[in-house]
């Protein structure tokens, strides 16, 4: 009896890892045979867990939603990552989630393991959020599109632009991308058959839950969908962009900033380059002034001009 329900947990980890698995895939990892991993599965059923199988040449196992919400199985730091990423998330940019987080985390760290609580205590004391406060994202919103993004089902909404310009977007969703301040979707545009990325908080009118074409999932520009977000919030359409010259390494500017701030560039002399945008030239002087390093601006004229109306007023100031 000990043997089964071992087993059981081993083959309940199984299919929480990975979408879909055949049954002699789960045989293999089980050392048992498929008929064992047939009888295991309706164990499963019968404690509440919804599990799918097909037969003939595509066959396989796929955990799917039940009526009711069975208990998980977390390796030791699956558990610690879910009791931090929770408690994070009580303070984060999704609206609504806060308490249902508090909630989830009070239930979990009541049956933590004793050996696991140190761990998670020291994360939490130690772990301090920075975070720029940006607009926060619907629950429901995030949700619908990690579920088509997993699930390879195509997508279709409503996109405010940035000047306000709403469009309707067909999309194969990709990767959802938290910069720390906005959550981005990469996704391939059906109708434009290119990459685009979409801030989460102006995508509206998604459908209901309901079945949608599928799609092959395609790789990344340059094979990172997280770098390739970064680039284009960079380069997105600002009043100005500017670039400036410090007298500093790349490394002591990449320290001082976030990687949505800009695209940094090393120099030859030992020096970097930072390319960026503002629509307003004194929030981007007040950035500037906080590196504490000697810097040029290159670009735009307007914030040479600015400095040097801010840096006579300063004077004035100074001397009066």
Not at 207 to 226: C, H, I, K, S, T
Not at 268 to 296: I, N, R
Request: contains cysteine.
């Amino acid at each position: 009896m000990l043997e089964t329900s071992v087993r059981l947990l081993r083959l309940l980890s199984l299919l929480q890892q990975r979408r879909e698995w055949a049954g002699a895939e789960l045989a293999a990892r089980l050392e048992v045979t498929t008929r064992t991993v047939r009888s295991d599965v309706d164990r499963l059923r019968q404690l509440g867990y919804h599990v799918n199988s097909a037969t003939g040449p595509g066959s396989g196992y796929r955990l799917g939603p039940g009526s009711a919400l069975p208990p998980l199985v977390l390796d030791d730091d699956e558990a610690v990552a879910v009791a931090v990423g929770l408690r994070a998330a009580a303070a984060g940019s999704v609206a609504g989630i806060e308490d249902a987080s508090l909630r989830a985390l009070t239930k979990l760290e009541r049956t933590l393991p004793g050996r696991l609580r140190p761990r998670v205590d020291a994360l939490r004391s130690a772990i301090v959020s920075a975070a720029g406060g940006g607009p926060t994202v619907d629950l429901d919103t995030l949700t619908r599109i990690a579920g088509a993004a997993h699930g390879c089902e195509r997508l279709r909404f409503t996109y405010a632009a940035h000047g306000g310009e709403a469009s309707v977007r067909d999309v194969e969703p990709h990767t959802l991308v938290y910069t720390g301040r906005r959550w981005y979707l990469l996704a391939w545009d059906t109708d434009r058959r290119d990459w685009r990325t979409f801030r989460a908080d102006r995508i509206t009118s998604l459908p209901a839950d309901a079945p949608a074409p599928r799609f092959v999932r395609r790789e990344p520009p340059g094979g990172d969908a997280a770098a390739h977000v970064l680039r284009g919030v960079t380069a997105a359409p600002f009043r100005y962009r500017a670039r400036i010259r410090f007298a500093a390494p790349a490394a002591v500017i990449a320290e001082r900033s976030t990687p949505t701030s800009g695209r940094i560039t090393e120099l030859d002399d030992g020096g970097c380059e930072l390319a960026t945008g503002t629509d307003s030239l004194h929030d981007l002087v007040t950035y500037l002034g906080k590196f504490e390093v000697p810097f040029t601006v290159l670009e735009p004229p307007e914030l040479r001009d600015f400095l040097r109306s801010l840096a006579g007023r300063f004077l004035d100031a100074a001397l009066s």
